[in-house]
C-alpha cells in the first residue's frame, strides 16, 4: 500500500507553500511524447496520482477535457480544492494502488514526485489497466541535492548546503533508497513498454526568498522524521544553517531573494493496446473450446500459454538484444530454456564473459524467470554459487519494483546485463564479503574482480 506521508493540515499547507511545480516546459515535453503517439487523437482525461497539494495538476489542465488528481490524503486534497483553478479540475481520496477508474478510459498518468512511495508494482499494474491503448505514463520526480546561486558565493553556499543534507540523510525513509534516481532509473530499465523514454538531469531554476528554500526542504519527509524523533534537534538545525547561510551571503533577512537549482528526472512510456497476456490468451482459449476462461482448462493449456508468450517475446528480445549481450537456445524447441551471455564493456568487469542460465516456469507470465549465473564471479549482487539478486526476478519485492505479468524476457534480459552498469549495488548485497572488500579497499576489489575474470570468466 502507499506509504502514508505529509497527512497533518500544518504540513499539508506547507507543502503548498513552499514545494516546487514541476517546470512548464516538462509539462510540454509530456505532452509532446503523448500527442506524437496518439496521431490527432483528442486528449480527454489526465489523472495526477500522489497529486499532493495539486500544485502539478493545475498544469495539466489547459491540455485535457478533464484532469484528475488522487491522493490518499484528506489534508493534502483539502488544501487542493483551496487552490483549484478551472472548472475541468476535480480530485479523488484513494490510494495510488485503487484507482477508480475504468479499464482503458486514460490518456495521460502522471506521478510527481510520489511514485517512490508506493507500492510501485501494483501502482504499474493499477495504470496500464486504466491506460487507453497509446496512453501514457510519465514519472516525474527531482534530487534534494539542490543548489543555491546569490552573488559570487556560490561555492560556499552549496557547501553549507551540502552539510544540511548530509545531517538529514540518516532520516531517509527506506523507501527512497540511498538514491532516488537509482530507484526510478531500475523502474525505468525493467517497465515492459517498447517506447519509452529517459530524461535526466534536467536542471529547473526558480528565485525564491532564502526562507522558501528552507521551507522547502523542511517540508520534505527526511527534516520531517527528525522534527518527530528530535523536535529540538530539527529547529537547531534549520536554525543554524539559515544563520550560516545568511553569513556567506552577507546579509540579514531570510527574506532575501536566492536561485534554487533543482535537477530533475522523467521517464515516460507509451502503453501498448494489449491486455495482460497470460489473460487475454486464455480467455481466447476459452473462445475456441467452449470452456470457460477459470475452467479446467486453464492448467492443462498452461505450458501452451507459456509458449505461445515465448514465441512473441523471444522475437521481441532478439530484435531488441543489447549489444553486450548473446542468447542461445541449445534446443530451438525449448524456447523456455536459454542460456545469455554478457560481455561488459565498461566498469570493473569490463573484458568478461558472464553466462547465464535462464529458465522460464510453466506458470509464467505470473512467475518470474529462474535464472543462475554460470562463471563464477566476484560480485556485491551475484553469489559465487551463482544466485542473484535483482528486484524484478522478485514474486514479492520489497521495494516495490518486483516481478510483474507485465514484464517480459527482454526486461529480464536488460536487467542481467544493467547489473554490471547501472543496477551494481552495493548498498544491498547478496554476497556481503565482496561489498565490504569495495568498501574497504576499491583497487584491490577491481584486482580481485579482474582474477576471477582471468580465471574464470574467459
Known amino acids: 500500500m502507499t506509504h502514508r506521508l505529509f497527512e497533518d493540515k500544518e504540513h499539508a499547507a506547507s507543502y503548498w507553500k513552499y514545494r516546487l511545480s514541476p517546470s512548464l516546459q516538462l509539462i510540454e515535453e509530456i505532452m509532446s511524447f503523448l500527442k506524437k503517439r496518439r496521431d490527432m487523437q483528442p486528449c480527454d482525461l489526465a489523472l495526477d496520482v500522489g497529486c499532493g497539494s495539486g500544485q502539478g495538476t493545475r498544469l495539466l489542465a489547459s491540455h485535457f477535457s478533464s484532469v484528475v488528481g488522487t491522493d490518499v490524503s484528506p489534508a493534502q486534497l483539502e488544501e487542493a480544492l483551496k487552490h483549484a483553478s478551472g472548472p475541468n479540475i476535480s480530485y479523488r481520496q484513494c490510494p495510488a494502488e485503487e484507482l477508480p477508474f475504468a479499464d482503458s478510459s486514460v490518456d495521460l498518468v502522471t506521478v510527481m514526485s510520489a511514485f517512490h512511495w508506493f507500492d510501485q508494482t501494483r501502482f504499474i499494474q493499477e495504470a496500464h489497466r486504466i491506460l487507453k491503448p497509446k496512453g501514457c505514463l510519465a514519472l516525474l520526480n527531482y534530487t534534494m541535492d539542490m543548489e543555491l546561486h546569490y552573488g559570487d558565493c556560490d561555492q560556499m553556499l552549496n557547501t553549507v548546503c551540502k552539510e544540511f543534507y548530509a545531517a538529514l540523510q540518516p532520516y531517509r525513509d527506506p523507501c527512497l533508497g ?25 536542471w529547473m531554476k526558480k528565485s525564491m526568498p532564502l526562507t522558501n528554500y528552507m521551507g522547502m526542504i523542511k517540508s520534505f519527509s527526511t527534516y520531517q522524521t527528525l522534527l518527530k524523533k528530535d523536535p529540538e534537534e530539527a529547529r537547531r538545525l534549520s536554525t543554524d544553517i539559515t544563520h550560516r547561510l545568511l553569513a556567506v551571503m552577507g546579509v540579514t533577512s531570510p527574506e532575501t531573494e536566492v536561485v534554487v537549482g533543482v535537477r530533475c528526472f522523467s521517464e515516460t512510456e507509451r502503453e501498448e493496446a494489449m491486455l495482460t497476456l497470460a489473460s487475454k490468451l486464455k480467455r481466447d482459449e476459452g473462445v475456441k473450446t467452449g470452456r470457460s476462461p477459470g475452467g479446467p482448462s486453464d492448467s492443462s493449456h498452461r505450458v501452451s500459454i507459456r509458449d505461445r508468450l515465448l514465441i512473441k517475446e523471444v522475437a521481441e528480445l532478439e530484435a531488441n538484444l543489447p549489444s553486450t549481450c548473446k542468447a542461445s537456445f541449445p534446443d530451438e524447441n525449448k524456447l523456455h530454456h536459454f542460456r545469455l551471455a554478457v560481455f561488459p564493456d565498461e566498469g570493473y568487469y569490463q573484458s568478461g564473459k558472464f553466462q547465464f542460465e535462464i529458465d522460464v516456469p510453466e506458470a509464467y507470465n505470473m512467475v518470474p524467470p529462474k535464472v543462475k549465473c554460470l562463471t563464477r564471479i566476484w560480485h556485491p549482487n551475484i553469489a559465487e554459487t551463482g544466485e542473484i539478486c535483482l528486484s524484478l526476478l522478485r514474486e514479492h519485492s520489497i521495494d516495490g519494483t518486483g516481478w510483474a505479468p507485465t514484464r517480459t524476457l527482454k526486461d529480464v ?13 552495493f548498498d544491498d ?29 574467459r
Open 429 to 457: 548485497p547478496l554476497n556481503i564479503d565482496a561489498a565490504e572488500h569495495h568498501l574497504r579497499d576499491k583497487e584491490d576489489f577491481r584486482n580481485k574482480v579482474q582474477d576471477y575474470i582471468k580465471h574464470y570468466a
Open 413 to 425: 534480459v536488460w536487467g542481467l546485463s544493467s547489473l554490471f552498469t547501472d543496477l551494481l549495488n
Open 178 to 202: 540511498q538514491c532516488s534516481s537509482a530507484l526510478y532509473r531500475e523502474c525505468y530499465l525493467t517497465l515492459p513498454y517498447k517506447d519509452k523514454e529517459w530524461q535526466e538531469c534536467k
